[in-house]
């Protein structure tokens, strides 16, 4: 009787100790997995500032409207409530927006005017990007640039 109730005892030690050896097993995967892909975030990190380093940087044009005509706002104020107006042609008529209203997240500083040859006048809103496509990091560079033709700004000077 002594010999069965030790061979009980025993074999819920072994089972214990099986358990035991199994959950030491699976903390050590669970480290090593968790080492392991903290080393790939590193290297993919590395990667990407490598990428940046040798990849430039471009304006490019999201969006592009054709418009029929520009000004400014009053020159009083200050750079946050200086804004242009421009006229678009849409199928209901003519519409009259702001650039503070409908790009509100670009500031009057990054808003240009360019005189080229143009005969139709035109606005063009860019972002500037990575020219390489595997680069993820976005710049948050924006720019609003409107090409009217040569000859049509007007510079409007007074002295008080």
């Not at 808003?111 to 948050?140: L, M, N």
């Amino acid at each position: 009787m002594i010999t069965n109730n030790s061979k009980v005892v025993l074999d819920l030690h072994e089972s214990s100790v099986i358990a035991l050896h199994l959950f030491i097993w699976f903390i050590s995967i669970v480290i090593i997995l968790w080492f392991l892909f903290g080393v790939f975030i590193f290297f993919e990190d590395m990667r990407e500032k490598k990428l940046i380093r040798c990849s430039r940087l471009e304006w490019f044009t999201i969006e592009q409207n054709d418009i029929l005509s520009l000004q400014s706002s009053d020159e009083n104020g200050s750079d946050n409530d200086k804004f242009y107006r421009y006229a678009l042609s849409i199928e209901q008529g003519i519409q009259i927006k702001q650039t503070n209203q409908t790009f509100p997240d670009i500031p009057i500083s990054n808003i240009f005017i360019h005189e080229t040859d143009t005969s139709k006048p035109y606005y063009a809103y860019q972002e500037v990007k990575y020219t390489d496509f595997r680069i993820k990091q976005k710049p948050e560079k924006k720019r609003l640039i409107f090409f009217v033709p040569k000859g049509t700004v007007q510079n409007l000077f007074r002295v008080t």
